[in-house]
């Protein structure tokens, strides 16, 4: 089913539909047999928008996705992992429990993609999350780096529930380098996902005093960084693997919202990578959590 909201500036489309025209105030009037004089109305002026519907699988089409995914992974990330079922169970716990308490509901079958910021783990970890009482299925992860305690102006990334809403417009890289000739957010035309500004604490401070960093999940230095994944080391932020980020990006694991704004919108048309194939289990929530808690 197909939801039609007009531009801004013009009347609802929803519930018009067989009603007549609105009359205002020093409209023409019918009179001498005349039939009425025709007003156009603000939804010619303003077409109305047609957002195409989130994808919706039921919950065995969606695991036989989420197993085609899974093997892709392990196919195109290197040292992606697999977990056994106890491991696997734990991550769902986990990451069921952090959604409850960021009062988030599961309404279709989606990919979650699930962070643990514990210093002993720094793995992302992807779960299909099933509406109702489905069982939820692990596909694996993979290690990453997020906020490093212990040094200045740099933050501890948050825990909590954050969605790739195209209220914001994320970026590519452009590869460029630092002082230290160091491609902070990877090489060139790399993906960056933008989550918007987050309250977290400083990682230098024993008070842990809070303060607004802009979280963002990107790629880090191919050269000198990338090696080192899988021990804190970020500002904040959710450092990933090359590999995972062209993943993400072709597959649209976390762009189910940025789909539907591209129907509209040319900057995310602009934004998302032609030839991509988006999963229809994409979902547009990173999870954080910390195991250490």
């Not at 959604?99 to 910021?117: E, S």
Request: some cysteine; charged content about 20%; proline content about 8%.
């Amino acid at each position: 089913m197909r939801i039609v909201y007009p531009v801004a500036g013009a009347l609802m489309a929803v519930g018009l539909v067989g009603c007549a025209p609105p009359t205002h105030a020093g409209s023409p009037v019918t009179g001498g047999g005349v039939g009425p004089v025709a007003i156009a109305s603000p939804a010619e002026e303003n077409p109305a928008i047609d957002i195409p519907p989130l994808p919706s699988l039921d919950d065995d089409a969606a695991r036989a996705e989420a197993t085609r995914l899974a093997a892709a992974m392990q196919r195109d990330i290197p040292h992606f992992m697999t977990l056994p079922p106890d491991r696997a169970a734990d991550w769902i716990r986990l990451a069921r429990d952090q959604l409850a308490r960021g009062d988030a509901i599961v309404d279709r079958a989606q990919v979650l993609m699930v962070v643990d910021r514990n210093p002993r783990v720094q793995t992302v970890c992807f779960i299909l999350a099933l509406p109702g009482d489905g069982a939820w299925q692990v596909l694996g992860g993979t290690r990453v780096s997020t906020g490093q305690a212990g040094r200045k102006f740099y933050y501890l990334t948050p825990t909590g529930v954050f969605v790739n809403s195209p209220d914001r417009l994320g970026y590519r890289a452009l590869g460029t380098r630092n002082e230290h000739g160091i491609r902070g957010i990877g090489a060139k035309g790399m993906r960056v996902w933008d989550l918007g500004w987050q309250w977290t604490e400083k990682g230098w401070l024993p008070s842990r005093e809070r303060a607004q960093i802009r979280l963002e999940i990107h790629a880090t230095d191919p050269d000198f960084l990338e090696s080192r994944l899988g021990r804190p080391a970020s500002e904040g932020c959710v450092r990933i693997p090359a590999a995972l980020n062209v993943f993400m990006d072709r597959h649209g694991l976390l762009d189910a919202l940025y789909e539907q704004a591209a129907s509209y919108d040319g900057r995310f048309r602009a934004l998302l990578p032609r030839g991509r194939t988006p999963t229809p289990i994409a979902g547009d929530t990173l999870v954080v959590i910390d195991s250490a808690s």
